[in-house]
């Protein structure tokens, strides 16, 4: 069963879809059980799908992104 450590540390590869069908299911598992890493990653979702809208007027730089995925990162419950 993986951790909430390890939620935190895939969940880019989860997002991105660069896991296989068996780590998909086992992550999706731990999400089942367990709120927090839920609700951090329902978060996570929501900022790539605000940062996705955005127009190209208003797009942020990359260091930008490391900052934002950093700071969720560090506080999964924010």
Do not use: G
Request: with cysteine; aromatic share 6%.
């Amino acid at each position: 069963m993986l951790t909430c450590r390890d939620i935190n540390e895939r969940s880019s590869e989860y997002l991105d879809q660069q896991m296989s069908f068996m780590q998909r299911m086992n992550f999706r598992m731990h999400l089942m059980l367990c709120k927090h890493c839920s609700r951090f990653m329902r978060q996570l979702e929501a900022v790539v799908h605000t940062l996705h809208r955005l127009s190209p007027q208003q797009s942020t730089s990359e260091e930008q992104l490391e900052e934002l995925v950093d700071k969720l990162h560090q506080d999964p419950q924010a």
